[in-house]
């Protein structure tokens, strides 16, 4: 398989993009809270839409430098444009209904688990021990997370009742199954040879096209006050377009399952400003999982030692080091 082009910085750099994007898409539920007039369809449509359209416009000329190439894999592009429109709608409503931090844990706690099944079916790809070894510790880190706000939701500071938290739920797991399928298929597009930006510009540009509709329903509250124009702007400019170019540039040096498991590290992020600069109380348990979700970070961004030479054993051509 011909090796995309800009692919020479290695995985170091593209593990840290990964990382750097996971710390701004954290800021987003603390955001959010300086306009609770929005609704959350409204927040994601703003969010997720227009800062796909401005990562279309930006790419223009690398998308029509590739429009031959996207033409051929037209069915990809849908699948992850439908993804990333869908994202966004239940990412939001599950943090509007479980609480900022439930909705992030499980919507990001459940993607790794998500992008292995994809790659595993669609691509045949097996895991390293490595990224079980990763993926457990930070899965194990996302569920105490859950289970600190499930025991501070039960001392009477939650969110909402326990048919909207399970609602809530579900709607995470329906967010982390569109974000594992939309950064599989801009991850294929771009092993195809299609260049990082092309790709993201492409499936995040559709996205936002499908966004359009959802947000000229719901979107008046964000023109009703400086404030809560203010966070639709920062959504879109900061978390979304920034963090998604670095997430693009992250995903055309390592794969999905690895990009998706280094994002665990937004729940943290989450947690934390949610503790900040909302105010909210986060019990021993969440820093617990907090710390289990560095320790995933750290196995998964260690650098691997060079193998020793063996003449009866030879490492075969290809072993991924993720």
């Given at each position: 398989m011909t090796r995309p082009a800009g692919r020479t910085a290695g995985p170091g750099l593209g593990a840290l993009a990964v990382l750097l994007a996971s710390v701004l898409w954290g800021t987003t539920g603390t955001a959010a809270t300086f306009a609770p007039q929005v609704g959350p369809l409204a927040i994601g449509a703003a969010a997720m839409g227009l800062g796909g359209l401005l990562q279309a416009l930006l790419a223009g000329r690398g998308i029509a430098r590739a429009r031959e190439r996207l033409r051929e894999q037209w069915r990809i592009v849908l699948l992850g444009g439908a993804g990333v429109a869908l994202y966004p709608l239940a990412f939001y409503t599950s943090m509007h209904l479980a609480g900022v931090a439930v909705g992030t844990v499980v919507s990001i706690g459940s993607a790794p688990l998500a992008s292995a099944l994809i790659e595993r079916l669609a691509d045949g790809r097996s895991l390293s021990r490595r990224w079980l070894a990763g993926a457990a510790l930070g899965?194990?880190?996302?569920?105490?997370?859950?289970?600190?706000?499930?025991?501070?939701?039960?001392?009477?500071?939650?969110?909402?009742?326990?048919?909207?938290?399970?609602?809530?739920?579900?709607?995470?797991?329906?967010?982390?199954?569109?974000?594992?399928?939309?950064?599989?298929?801009?991850?294929?597009?771009?092993?195809?040879g299609v260049a990082s930006r092309a790709a993201m510009g492409a499936v995040f540009g559709l996205g936002g096209l499908m966004l359009v509709p959802v947000l000229l329903a719901t979107g008046a509250p964000l023109v009703a006050s400086w404030t809560n124009a203010g966070v639709g702007l920062y959504m879109a400019l900061v978390p979304?377009?920034?963090?998604?170019?670095?997430?693009?540039?992250?995903?055309?040096?390592i794969p999905v399952s690895t990009a998706t498991t280094l994002s665990l590290l937004e729940p943290a992020v989450a947690a934390v400003f949610a503790v900040l600069v909302v105010g909210e109380h986060l019990p021993a348990l969440g820093w617990t999982g907090i710390a289990l979700v560095i320790a995933c970070l750290g196995v998964l961004t260690a650098p691997s030692r060079p193998a020793a030479p063996a003449a009866s054993a030879p490492t075969p051509p290809g072993t991924p080091d993720w």
């Open positions: 899965l194990a880190g996302t569920v105490l997370l859950c289970a600190a706000e499930a025991a501070r939701a039960g001392t009477g500071a939650g969110t909402g009742s326990a048919r909207q938290t399970v609602v809530g739920v579900g709607l995470g797991l329906v967010a982390g199954l569109t974000y594992a399928v939309y950064a599989w298929a801009a991850h294929r597009l771009i092993t195809r979304m377009f920034t963090g998604y170019v670095l997430f693009g540039f992250g995903l055309s040096r």
